[in-house]
């Protein structure tokens, strides 16, 4: 292989990718229902409530946080990577680190498939998710020296 | 040293044309899906296998031909019917390459990247490792050198089993006709490959020849009534090439460097992909009973909702 098909491959592979990208614009937000249907679709084990579960869509719409009704399922992340929905659990919430910065809620894991975690929300949005991961934390810990 | 083309360098102007005609079939028709970025990725990741495979070509040629010359039991020749031969062992040497490339964590890291894409299309086709030669497949061809097939052969027929292997990676294709269903690897045998239901896991691993599956039990048919959902149990959240080619090596390292004893630093490479000392993540055979216990009970679980059967929004 020369340096001349390397430039010729790498010419027509761009070209391919930005004809795919106007053939199939990526019109799909992520919203609550599907963040929920992707969750259950990666969790078959956990049990959702309704009335009980919160989903935290950042406000762009590209990721979502989502807590379990019942803290033994901690909580689960959803992100839109192109058109699909890329889902994470983590029944232990203290694998999860948050960090607050300029309005923007980090998720910091020791995670190589999924580099950053950001969900930008409103100020209630944050203090309840915090106030509702701590509780999960508080219980997860409650149970363990049960 | 016989002197054949390789038929995969000269088959990429067709692999970009064939690619682009899905793309607009699939825009025409709505029976292919693509995704800019991810199309983008899987070239990528083709071009990085290119030119990976001619930096280490070095190693499988000079062994091949090391094992060759030294214990070759027959002079097998060149002839018409050597290339035939060659082909159908070659093609059962994929099968089990293949095989176990799902079923050990070390081959696993580097055909993961083949099944990295949630996209199923003519490019998924070309999403191909760029670090297959570090682990043990490698050593698979060796009986073929040992029978007296001359190295350049076996490589010269493993390129036509990848060129034939392109057009299955497609949804525009519904079924063939019967009889070539059960005799050679179709696109629905190969969606059910790709396919991360736990109905589908670890099925259908031939190249073209479909016998190996029916003879050694791996054999799923795709249904109807369940379509396939095609990446990785756990997705990949980037598209980053270099992420995409090295994680589950990094996962390993990570694995062997924080286990206890020699002998789980030895079963994170040689067991299947999940395996835990404590069991607390999940093989494809674990998450499989649990689908078979789930439906077992018909717990009115979350399945209900579940995008396993809907495999696209």
Same mark, same amino acid.
């Given at each position: 292989m020369d340096f001349v098909q390397i430039g010729g491959s790498l010419a027509a592979i761009v070209i391919l990718a930005l004809i795919a990208r106007w053939l199939y614009p990526n019109k799909a937000e992520l919203t609550e229902d599907r963040v929920i249907r992707n969750v259950a679709r990666y969790c078959p084990d956990t049990e959702l409530d309704a009335r009980a579960d919160k989903t935290y869509l950042s406000q762009d719409n590209k990721n979502a946080i989502f807590v379990f009704g019942q803290a033994r399922f901690g909580i689960?992340?959803?992100? +839109? &990577? @192109?058109?699909?929905? =890329?889902?994470?659990?983590?029944?232990?919430?203290?694998?999860?680190?948050?960090?607050?910065? $300029?309005?923007?809620?980090?998720?910091?894991?020791?995670?190589?498939?999924?580099?950053?975690?950001?969900? +930008? &929300? @409103?100020?209630?949005? =944050?203090?309840?998710?915090?106030?509702?991961?701590?509780?999960?934390?508080?219980?997860?810990? $409650?149970?363990?020296?049960? | 040293?016989?002197?054949?083309?390789?038929?995969t360098q000269l088959a990429v102007p067709a692999f970009v044309l064939l690619v682009l005609i899905e793309m607009i079939y699939g825009w025409k028709t709505g029976r292919s899906?693509?995704?800019?970025?991810?199309?983008?990725?899987?070239?990528i990741m083709g071009l990085g296998?290119?030119?990976?495979?001619?930096?280490?070509?070095?190693?499988?040629v000079g062994l091949g031909y090391w094992v060759w010359q030294n214990f070759a039991i027959f002079d097998m020749g060149a002839a018409l019917w050597v290339f035939v031969l060659a082909f159908i062992l070659d093609d059962f040497t994929y099968y089990w390459v293949h095989r176990m490339g799902h079923r050990m964590r070390w081959m696993w890291a580097a055909h993961v990247i083949h099944h990295s894409s949630q996209h199923y299309n003519l490019s998924t086709a070309l999403r191909q490792t760029w670090t297959g030669k570090f682990t043990p497949g490698l050593l698979f061809s060796m009986p073929?050198?040992?029978?007296?097939?001359?190295?350049?052969?076996?490589f010269f027929v493993s390129g036509m089993n990848l060129i034939y292997q392109f057009w299955i990676h497609t949804e525009a294709i519904d079924k063939m006709p019967r009889w070539f269903e059960y005799l050679?690897?179709?696109?629905?045998?190969?969606?059910?490959?790709?396919?991360?239901?736990?109905?589908?896991?670890?099925?259908?691993?031939?190249?073209?020849?479909?016998?190996?599956d029916r003879m050694f039990g791996s054999f799923i048919p795709e249904e109807k009534e369940e379509a396939c959902r095609y990446g990785l149990v756990t997705d990949l959240g980037t598209f980053n090439p270099l992420r995409v080619a090295t994680h589950e090596w990094v996962g390993i390292f990570k694995d062997v460097w924080s286990a206890k004893t020699w002998k789980d630093r030895a079963l994170f490479l040689l067991a299947p992909p999940g395996w835990t000392p404590d069991g607390?993540?999940?093989?494809?055979?674990?998450?499989?009973?649990?689908?078979l216990e789930r439906k077992k009970a018909q717990k009115p679980s979350n399945t209900a909702a579940s995008e396993a059967v809907v495999p696209a929004e």
């Open positions: 689960a992340t959803a992100t +839109a &990577l @192109g058109d699909r929905v =890329v889902v994470r659990h983590y029944a232990d919430t203290s694998e999860v680190d948050f960090r607050l910065e $300029n309005g923007k809620l980090s998720l910091v894991t020791d995670d190589f498939t999924q580099p950053s975690f950001t969900v +930008a &929300l @409103g100020e209630d949005d =944050v203090s309840n998710l915090l106030s509702a991961v701590n509780d999960t934390t508080a219980k997860d810990a $409650n149970h363990a020296h049960a | 040293m016989l002197d054949l083309p390789a038929p899906r693509f995704e800019g970025k991810d199309t983008f990725t899987s070239l296998s290119t030119i990976s495979g001619a930096l280490t070509a070095a190693l499988s073929l050198y040992v029978l007296g097939i001359e190295p350049a052969i076996v050679f690897n179709t696109p629905s045998h190969h969606r059910v490959h790709h396919a991360n239901n736990p109905r589908y896991l670890d099925a259908n691993y031939a190249g073209v020849l479909m016998v190996w607390s993540r999940m093989t494809s055979d674990m998450i499989r009973q649990a689908w």
